[in-house]
């Protein structure tokens, strides 16, 4: 208790912990903050103080107008560690009208750490815990935290801490006090965080079984979480839990080692959960056939099927039938599953019955099989789906209007479905607007569909921003030139996007030309995002030429090898072409086609010579045989014909009747021959 002539004051800890909470409740907020200052000030019954009159003098000076220096040196004459320890209750260096209130902050802990230092603090917990809750990583929150006894405040301050070497402080303090072995939280705590090992198994060794399912659940190492599992024994409640509640990377390990020791009992188990854990980890398949056999629930066992291994499936669906032929089963799911995978066809029809039989039928279980390949009941399925759009609220069921938008058979639902979706849409925040309703679009050739995306994304533009899915689509089928360039305006600099609708064959051919003028300008558009528009085969003729126009303008930076054929092999200017053939001339090439252009195109009988040898395609050889100046590249190129092609023969024969420009076309005309011959004789001799 705190030295004060008032009686009436006591500190604001002991008040909290006597209920008094009136402060609380006023300022509104879960701890006490700056808005409690006032309130207390004003409303508090000075019958029961909640401040020392000593602190409201220190509040007063620390919110006037005097000077830092001022206010500092005040804060430094206080040698009540519960004045100070109050003013962190209050919140007080957290309220804007006090001028350089971190820095008084500071100055505050300065005059706490003196005092910790002088032994001032030993036995006054909450002067501690406001150096550990301040500066708990230094040496002097260290030390705070050496000399709490507060073993409740030392289990929360580490529950709610994630950062290690704090949580090795907490535990080896908790290791230091000897009430800590009777109170389960600590020792916990204990075992997870100390680095004494000798205190790590002494505290494991005290963990009560729930206890232990909080330890494998909070570990992150597999092993210390086996040996609580390990030593939990056959408890199925809790191997359950653990199974469902560790978060590791070892997860896996995990599960083993529980379904390990349930797979001794297996016969015992009558647990569900249990069951499918070794229904779902187990590979010795008497195991997981026994696990699966024992399941009674028709949900369990979904959610098996959704989840295991196929060769589990043949016996899910035998142990659905057995239980559907009892009458056990009641899940629509697991008659949706009957439906699709029971080789029984009384099963199927009698399962599909009563799925629709049901007034309360699970969409979903509908859509299941609506969405099942080669199901027989697919059609039957999804014509219920189109009319249930027009029946029932679906809100709650996206994905089932997702698919009849997409694939109902019924064109009025598909659209009406779409029209839902656009109202569900609507309410998005803006950066998720138009995202649903692009994902239809962009995965549907329902004209309806389309119609109706493209006025509703339109209509959404005008008066509130779209995501960026939203802003694509509408660019890709707006008809309206004007929306579909502020649509791309609007994407900004988001290079992926832009490239898709300078890529898009459904957007007009003025809007996907001002996505690819955008990009030319962005500082992330690379080579490779060039050679992607313009070999793409749904890029515009439009598009293609913006691009080789904006290559031939950077024609001597070219590095790309695609890019520099491009230019090479489509611009019809003769500088920018011979550029690019000097620059593809010196790379490595293996591409048949770029040796073929140099062969052809390079000056150089020498270049031309070299990259006509390394060319194999016959169509290609052929091709810079007829149309090469230089003799050498013709002949070589000639030599790399192969006369066990049985595609050689006729080429040559089309080459020898091709009326050749080139003035050495005579030796060239006795290589073809010689070629010809040679290849009629060895196929000759085939036959």
């Given at each position: 208790m705190r030295k004060s002539q008032v009686p009436t004051v006591r500190p604001i800890s002991e008040l909290i912990r006597s209920g008094c909470k009136a402060a609380y409740a006023k300022c509104g907020f879960g701890k006490l903050g700056g808005g409690l200052v006032e309130y207390a000030f004003k409303h508090t019954d000075p019958a029961d103080d909640l401040f020392s009159p000593a602190t409201r003098t220190l509040v007063n000076l620390l919110k006037s107008d005097k000077t830092y220096s001022e206010k500092s040196t005040a804060l430094s004459q206080i040698d009540d560690p519960d004045v100070i320890v109050e003013l962190f209750h209050m919140d007080v260096f957290s309220d804007p009208a006090i001028t350089k209130a971190h820095l008084l902050k500071g100055d505050a802990i300065n005059v706490l750490t003196t005092m910790l230092r002088k032994g001032k603090l030993d036995n006054n917990g909450d002067a501690l815990w406001v150096l550990i809750d301040c500066d708990s990583y230094s040496s002097t929150g260290k030390t705070a935290i050496s000399k709490t006894t507060d073993i409740p405040r030392l289990c929360s301050y580490g529950s709610d801490n994630a950062i290690s070497y704090r949580l090795t402080y907490v535990a080896n303090r908790l290791a230091e006090l000897p009430d800590a072995a009777n109170n389960q939280d600590a020792l916990v705590l204990i075992t997870l965080h100390t680095?004494?090992?000798?205190?790590?198994?002494?505290?494991?060794?005290?963990?009560?079984?729930?206890?232990?399912?909080?330890?494998?659940?909070?570990?992150?190492?597999?092993?210390?979480?086996?040996?609580?599992?390990?030593?939990?024994?056959?408890?199925?409640?809790?191997?359950?839990?653990?199974?469902?509640?560790?978060?590791?990377?070892?997860?896996?390990?995990?599960?083993?080692?529980?379904?390990?020791?349930?797979?001794?009992?297996?016969?015992?188990?009558?647990?569900?959960?249990?069951?499918?854990?070794?229904?779902?980890?187990?590979?010795?398949?008497?195991?997981?056939?026994?696990?699966?056999?024992?399941?009674?629930?028709?949900?369990?066992?979904?959610?098996?099927?959704?989840?295991?291994?196929?060769?589990?499936?043949?016996?899910?669906?035998?142990?659905?039938?057995?239980?559907?032929?009892?009458?056990?089963?009641?899940?629509?799911?697991?008659?949706?599953?009957?439906?699709?995978?029971?080789?029984?066809?009384?099963?199927?029809?009698?399962?599909?019955?009563?799925?629709?039989?049901?007034?309360?039928?699970?969409?979903?279980?509908?859509?299941?099989?609506?969405?099942?390949?080669?199901?027989?009941?697919?059609?039957?399925?999804?014509?219920?789906?189109?009319?249930?759009?027009?029946?029932?609220?679906?809100?709650?069921?996206?994905?089932?209007?997702?698919?009849?938008?997409?694939?109902?058979?019924?064109?009025?639902?598909?659209?009406?479905?779409?029209?839902?979706?656009?109202?569900?849409?609507?309410?998005?925040?803006?950066?998720?607007?138009?995202?649903?309703?692009?994902?239809?679009?962009?995965?549907?050739?329902?004209?309806?569909?389309?119609?109706?995306?493209?006025?509703?994304?339109?209509?959404?533009?005008?008066?509130?921003?779209?995501?960026?899915?939203?802003?694509?689509?509408?660019?890709?089928?707006?008809?309206?030139?004007?929306?579909?360039?502020?649509?791309?305006?609007?994407?900004?600099?988001?290079?992926?996007?832009?490239?898709?609708?300078?890529?898009?064959?459904?957007?007009?051919?003025?809007?996907?030309?001002?996505?690819?003028?955008?990009?030319?300008?962005?500082?992330?558009?690379?080579?490779?995002?060039?050679?992607?528009?313009?070999?793409?085969?749904?890029?515009?003729?439009?598009?293609?030429?913006?691009?080789?126009?904006?290559?031939?303008?950077?024609?001597?930076?070219?590095?790309?090898?695609?890019?520099?054929?491009?230019?090479?092999?489509?611009?019809?200017?003769?500088?920018?072409?011979?550029?690019?053939?000097?620059?593809?001339?010196?790379?490595?090439?293996?591409?048949?086609f770029v040796h073929e252009l140099i062969a052809i195109e390079h000056p150089s009988q020498s270049i031309a010579h070299k990259s006509a040898r390394k060319i194999h395609d016959s169509n290609c050889i052929i091709k810079v045989a007829k149309n090469t100046p230089h003799l050498q590249a013709a002949l070589a190129v000639l030599d790399n014909l192969s006369i066990t092609n049985s595609e050689v023969g006729p080429l040559l024969e089309d080459f020898i009747g091709f009326n050749h420009a080139n003035s050495n076309v005579e030796p060239i005309m006795e290589k073809a021959h010689e070629l010809k011959r040679r290849w009629n004789t060895y196929h000759h001799s085939l036959s």
């Open positions: 680095d004494n090992e000798g205190s790590r198994n002494a505290a494991f060794e005290k963990l009560s079984p729930d206890s232990l399912v909080r330890l494998a659940i909070s570990t992150d190492q597999s092993k210390v979480a086996i040996a609580a599992i390990e030593k939990i024994g056959f408890d199925v409640e809790k191997l359950v839990a653990i199974s469902k509640g560790y978060p590791g990377n070892w997860k896996d390990d995990i599960v083993k080692s529980i379904v390990n020791i349930l797979v001794i009992h297996v016969a015992e188990i009558t647990d569900n959960n249990a069951l499918a854990l070794i229904a779902s980890n187990s590979y010795i398949s008497e195991q997981y056939i026994a696990a699966i056999k024992a399941i009674s629930s028709d949900v369990v066992l979904c959610e098996l099927m959704e989840t295991t291994r196929t060769r589990l499936h043949a016996t899910l669906i035998e142990k659905l039938e057995t239980m559907f032929s009892n009458g056990d089963v009641s899940n629509d799911m697991a008659k949706a599953l009957l439906v699709i995978y029971s080789n029984d066809d009384k099963t199927k029809r009698q399962a599909f019955d009563s799925i629709t039989r049901n007034p309360n039928v699970d969409p979903n279980a509908l859509l299941k099989i609506a969405g099942a390949f080669g199901c027989d009941y697919s059609s039957a399925a999804n014509t219920i789906l189109c009319q249930m759009v027009y029946e029932l609220d679906l809100d709650s069921y996206p994905d089932v209007l997702d698919f009849i938008a997409l694939k109902g058979t019924d064109q009025s639902a598909r659209e009406k479905a779409f029209c839902k979706i656009c109202d569900h849409d609507a309410l998005q925040s803006d950066d998720m607007v138009g995202h649903r309703v692009a994902f239809i679009m962009d995965n549907t050739e329902h004209g309806g569909v389309i119609r109706l995306g493209v006025e509703y994304l339109e209509a959404k533009f005008e008066i509130s921003s779209l995501s960026y899915a939203g802003l694509e689509t509408l660019a890709c089928y707006t008809r309206n030139e004007a929306k579909g360039k502020q649509a791309v305006d609007a994407l900004g600099d988001y290079l992926g996007r832009l490239r898709e609708i300078a890529k898009s064959d459904s957007a007009l051919p003025e809007v996907a030309e001002h996505a690819a003028s955008k990009i030319f300008t962005l500082e992330t558009c690379t080579e490779s995002t060039l050679t992607d528009i313009y070999n793409a085969s749904s890029s515009g003729q439009g598009v293609k030429r913006l691009v080789l126009a904006y290559l031939e303008s950077i024609s001597t930076q070219l590095e790309k090898e695609d890019n520099l054929f491009i230019v090479a092999s489509k611009s019809q200017n003769a500088e920018h072409c011979r550029t690019a053939i000097s620059a593809l001339s010196g790379l490595d090439s293996s591409n048949d």
